[in-house]
């Protein structure tokens, strides 16, 4: 049988990751807008 201390253990754990998988998005969101941002000057140029 799995202990219920287990689950509240994960918790913390999954909470203390999450901010750090928001700035982690909104990095790669930042250089997939750049990216498309240069590639679209490019073919208007």
């Not at 754990?13 to 941002?37: D, G, M, Q, T, W």
């Amino acid at each position: 049988m799995r202990q219920p201390t287990d689950i509240h253990k994960t918790k913390p754990i999954v909470s203390c990751y999450f901010p750090s998988i928001n700035i982690f998005l909104n990095a790669f969101a930042k250089i997939i807008l750049s990216i498309i941002k240069t590639s679209v000057s490019l073919q208007c140029g």
